[in-house]
């Protein structure tokens, strides 16, 4: 005859209590963690821009008189001095105008030396008494006229001069040609541009900023210049000049940059790249799935180095971008931020941080 082992019946509830208590204190798994160091932002990057070293002072030269261009002496790029001769019109027309500028001095200068010699004979003459008032009054008007016309002749042979040297288009200082805007065989006006010079020893960079950048650029906004071949050959420079008006096409605004330095390898016409930067209060930069926001307010997830544990922190959105976004408030240089799966998480919630994850 078996035997029937019996528990007391007031055992049974202190066994599901216990049974109960027992799974509330399981403790909570420990969840991997990934995660980034937050160090600050001192420096905002507002962009990098393509341009070109140019010379600050450059001068468009065209001939003085109307004519064929016959020859030209210089190419693109060659360095000339103050008086070369850049280019040469064909100078017939000069020359004729000079020539009858010069016949109607000798012309003149004739009438001058017969008037000379009637006011002599009309002086003598009147000195001795058998002369007229009259005629020798007429005599000295005819040499006054005649003296004007000859001072009237050679200010045209003069101006004949300088039309013909004016056929020679001569640098005005030592420059670089950059351009040539006419060739030879072509008939150019009085002033039509020819010929572009660039002074070298003035260089800077040029760039296009976009319009709302050039029109409130910060205080303390910085250039850093460098080649676009050899980017460790670079300099700082600051604004000299921004166009007072927009490109129409772009929205562009021209801005010059003078040159803190200028290294051998800015040659004219080089290309450069310039990035435009502004210093700022400690900003972070941080992904953009390490920020949790819940009605309006925004804020991240701090881990404890000491005890691994997480807590929240309310944070300042100051840009988004499309995967980071900067921050300013509430953290501190090298504090661990959790980058992934921060709607998750609750208050002293413990993680485990795995080096590898670090972001």
């Given at each position: ?25 399981a ?26 070293i ?41 020359q ?52 004007a ?29 950059t ?46 210049v460098a ?23 772009t929205r ?36 953009l ?69 670090a972001?």
């Amino acid at each position: 005859m078996s035997r029937i082992s019996r528990h007391p019946l007031w055992l049974l509830p202190l066994a599901a209590i216990l049974l109960g208590c027992s799974e509330k204190e399981a403790p909570e798994p420990v969840r991997p963690a990934l995660y980034v160091v937050a160090h600050p932002l001192l420096i905002d990057n507002l962009g990098r821009f393509a341009g070109t070293i140019e010379a600050r002072y450059e001068s468009t030269l065209g001939f003085r008189v109307p004519g064929r261009i016959v020859r030209r002496n210089y190419d693109v790029g060659a360095v000339v001095k103050e008086g070369d001769i850049l280019a040469n019109l064909d100078p017939t027309d000069q020359q004729n105008q000079l020539r009858a500028a010069q016949g109607d001095l000798a012309k003149v200068q004739a009438q001058l030396i017969n008037a000379q010699a009637n006011a002599r004979r009309q002086q003598e003459l009147f000195d001795r008494g058998v002369g007229a008032q009259a005629q020798l009054d007429t005599a000295q008007a005819d040499l006054k006229t005649t003296a004007a016309s000859v001072q009237q002749a050679q200010a045209a042979v003069n101006q004949a001069k300088d039309e013909l040297s004016y056929c020679n288009l001569r640098a005005d200082h030592d420059s670089v040609i950059t351009q040539w805007q006419a060739e030879a065989g072509q008939v150019v006006s009085v002033g039509e541009s020819v010929v572009t010079l660039a002074r070298p020893e003035i260089k800077e960079a040029v760039i296009d900023l976009p319009g709302p950048l050039a029109e409130a650029l910060p205080k303390g906004i910085e250039f850093r210049v460098a080649g676009q071949l050899d980017p460790d050959v670079n300099t700082l420079a600051h604004v000299r000049e921004i166009a007072p008006q927009a490109d129409s096409a772009t929205r562009t605004r021209r801005t010059r940059l003078t040159l803190d330095q200028t290294p051998p390898a800015f040659r004219l016409g080089s290309s450069v790249s310039v990035t435009v930067s502004s210093p700022i209060a400690q900003h972070y930069s941080l992904p953009l799935t390490a920020v949790q926001e819940t009605d309006g307010h925004a804020r991240v997830w701090i881990i404890d180095k000491t005890t691994y544990t997480v807590t929240p922190q309310n944070v300042n959105i100051l840009r988004r971008g499309p995967k980071t976004v900067l921050l300013e408030g509430g953290l501190k240089d090298g504090d661990y931020v959790v980058s992934y799966g921060v709607h998750s998480l609750k208050p002293g919630q413990t993680v485990k941080l795995d080096k590898e994850s670090a972001q």
